[in-house]
């Protein structure tokens, strides 16, 4: 029988990548999106007519529960979330309603459903934060943001639904994960798109951060891949996935600016507003559990990840600029 899998946050950039696997895979696919007066379907635009999408919001247990009844799912995975870190300090309240409470009321409406349905909950290496790295399924959680917050409860909710009521419940503690459909807002995003903008002249100037912050960047797709063999196992568990090559900011601005034939310091300035009002400095994991139980590595490089980018953002510009 065709397996049925709801992805929430299908719009999103790694939802959009979940969703081809599946599709690949023999799935049938339904997906969650929120009502908006402007076109917010981008990302999966080119398989659209495959999917069988939902109006739904996390922050709606009516709606939530109408979705499981309707698609019946056999798989759900849980990426729906206010997922910027920075915007989590001005809106606390919200990212903890949708980000936090949104996984407790999916979770809930599949129990009371009766549904066997596995979940999958897309937990967070920022719940870490100033952990010493690399950080790892036994590092203790230091979230230092509302976001960070927020996925730490509901990481918390998703072992208790497993603990609780037997439920295979999993949650991936994924590290960064980036492509050519980033978020513009995100700084490896915003730093490949500017250096695009400014390599065909539309834009003189990149406001960035903290350029010392380390992080460790894989390719969304290979989590996607990781985040669907975690729902394949015989048994529920958590994993941390990572590629276990932490790079700074500035790293990843040199290689991109070099990819792009721009000089960054011709062109990027430092913004204190961009600054976080608590930084995390370091996060990046060796999946060294997901490597021996599941087999999951990852496959594009961190060079490979910045090209990819920066390339595609440089068409995007050139597009633009015609």
Known sequence: MTRRALITGVSGQTGSYLAELLLDKGYEVHGIVRRSSSFNTGRIDHIFDRLTLHFADMADTTSLRAVLDEAQPDEVYNLAAQSHVRVSFDVPEYTADVTALGALRMLEAIRRSGSKARFYQASSSEMFGNAPA??????????????????????????????????????????????????ETFVT???????????????????????????????????????????????????VLGTGNPHTVSEFLSLASERAGIEPLKHVRTDPRLFRPREVDCLFSYAVDADRYLHWRPEVSFVELVNEMVDADLRLAEKEAR
Not at 149 to 177: D, L, P, Q, W
């Open 189 to 239: 995003r915003k730093i490949t798109r500017a250096l695009g903008r400014i390599a065909h002249g539309l834009q003189d100037t990149l406001l960035l951060g903290n350029l010392a912050a380390v992080r460790d960047w894989g390719h969304a797709k290979d989590y996607a891949r990781g985040m669907w063999m975690m729902l394949q196992a015989e048994k529920p568990r958590d994993y």
């Open 134 to 183: 690399p950080q790892s399924e036994s590092t203790p959680f230091q979230p230092a943001s509302p976001y960070a917050c927020a996925k730490t409860f509901a990481h918390y909710t998703t072992v208790n639904y497993r603990e609780a009521y037997g439920m295979f419940a999993v949650c991936g503690i994924s590290n960064n994960h980036e492509s050519p459909r980033r978020g």
